[in-house]
Nanobody, 128 residues
Framework: QVALMESGGGSVQAGGSLRLSCAAS?????????MAWFRQAPGKEREGVAS????????YYGDSVKGRFTISQDYAKKTIDLQINSLRPEDTAMYYC????????????????????WGQGIQVTVSS
């Protein structure tokens, strides 16, 4: 059973919006988890864009997306969402959901090496 599954990607014109969702499977614990969204464009490193600590709702954003991306959670549904506004062609990438058990919260920064569980990714394509 896949622990994390992304949905909501697709193709959109520049200036538009998308809402991505990451659902944790029924057998995956949601309490005390640092969960994050990453993205990876062709030929580029995987970049952390936002994280959220499920037990407090505290959030952190990468500098490149501040003001346009919003991460949120629905604890009862065990989902985290990423609202992306004012989309730009450079936002085109595979977007991944990631998670790790964390007793005290998410670390500052969003490092790929910190996370132990990953979704399969979902494509977002922004046309100009």
């Amino acid at each position: 059973q896949v622990a994390l599954m992304e949905s909501g990607g697709g193709s959109v014109q520049a200036g538009g919006s998308l809402r991505l969702s990451c659902a944790a499977s029924s057998g995956y614990g949601f309490s005390r988890r640092c969960m994050a969204w990453f993205r990876q464009a062709p030929g580029k490193e995987r970049e952390g864009v936002a994280s959220i600590y499920t037990s407090s709702g505290s959030t952190y954003y990468g500098d490149s997306v501040k003001g346009r991306f919003t991460i949120s959670q629905d604890y009862a549904k065990k989902t985290i969402d990423l609202q992306i506004n004012s989309l730009r062609p450079e936002d085109t990438a595979m977007y991944y959901c990631a998670a790790r058990q964390a007793v005290y919260g998410c670390p500052s920064g969003i490092s790929r090496t910190y996370f132990s569980t990953w979704g399969q990714g979902i494509q977002v394509t922004v046309s100009s």
